[in-house]
């Protein structure tokens, strides 16, 4: 009897399914090819020139010598500069952590399941809605002791009332951060109540059945269990911090003198009225140094370290 073979079809060799595979990518590389090119010129392009100018002796336009750490040594004796991260390092704190204390007891409320919760949301969110301007403008107009609460007090009778933090060099720093506290601790609400309402139910049950306190449930088993939202709201609000500006200048424009000086507002001020872009740039890359610093760690925890344990 005549034998018929059958031969079992050929299986794409490895460059079949890589030139495959690379044909079928290619439209979507060239259509991220320009956000790409746009990414490194206009963002990584311009944080290189930056870095470049801080050490020029660059004024009203820039300069390619070199003068090494100059400007950097200028820049940390400046007092405007000291007072400036100072201030930053107050209102960072006390920013940071308020807004994670508030925005927690928030979520926590909002997650018993109380009446009018859509209500709330909206309430406690709003104010991140508005841009750190509009926030700083409000609150100027209530904390101005001609207008806001303190002769809204007074006209009630209440003569010998005094809240006139505005205007004192030593507390104005302080109605900064009541006004960054009032903007951001929504966005903080609205991150750990996503994070609650990921929290099984079962744990809650177990806890009752053994008469763990609910506080003490909360501490020891929720907040861990929340630890990926409080690093994202730590970097969120950590990035906040940095680039503060625009609710400093509406609200005192750094005064009074320059007791509310951070430093974005020492940068463009250098840059755009000082006429002086060597230093300004300087105290520019101290700020980048800055957001790395904080985004390293985060990055390494969100995307390094778990594609190494399944490498």
Avoid at 74 to 100: H, K, Q, Y
Avoid at 256 to 265: L, N, R, S, Y
Wanted: aromatic residues 12%.
């Amino acid at each position: 009897m005549d034998t018929i073979s059958i031969r079992a079809p050929s299986m794409p060799s490895g460059s079949t399914k890589t030139r495959r595979r690379a044909r079928m990518r290619l439209p979507a590389a060239i259509a991220l090819l320009p956000t790409a090119l746009i990414v490194l010129v206009v963002y990584i392009g311009c944080m290189l020139w930056t870095v470049r100018l801080s050490f020029t002796s660059s004024t009203l336009l820039p300069k390619l010598d070199w003068v090494g750490f100059a400007q950097y040594s200028r820049l940390f004796a400046n007092d405007r500069f000291l007072t400036s991260a100072s201030n930053i390092v107050i209102f960072g704190t006390l920013f940071i952590s308020g807004c994670l204390i508030i925005g927690f007891l928030l979520a926590v409320f909002i997650d018993q399941n109380v009446r009018g919760e859509g209500l709330f949301r909206t309430v406690f969110l709003y104010p991140y809605s508005m841009s750190f301007v509009v926030t700083g403008v409000a609150w100027q107009w209530f904390l101005n002791p001609g207008l806001g609460l303190q002769k809204l007090v007074r006209d009630m009778g209440f003569e010998s009332f005094t809240f006139d933090w505005l205007v004192n060099q030593r507390m104005a720093i302080y109605t900064i951060v009541i006004a960054g506290l009032w903007h951001g601790a929504g966005l903080t609400m609205a991150i750990m109540l996503a994070g609650l309402r990921g929290v099984d139910k079962d744990l809650w049950k177990a806890a009752r059945v053994d008469g763990i306190p609910t506080w003490r449930v909360y501490t020891s088993v929720v907040l861990p269990l929340l630890r990926p939202m409080v690093v994202t709201a730590v970097v969120l609000l950590t990035t906040g911090v940095v680039k503060l500006y625009d609710l400093v200048v509406a609200m005192t424009l750094g005064g009074p003198g320059i007791a509310t000086e951070v430093p974005a507002k020492f940068v463009m001020d250098h840059l755009f009225e000082r006429n002086n872009i060597a230093l300004g740039t300087a105290a520019a890359t101290i700020m980048l140094i800055t957001v790395i610093a904080v985004l390293a760690p985060w990055v390494y925890v969100r995307y390094v370290r778990p594609q190494g344990r399944h490498a």
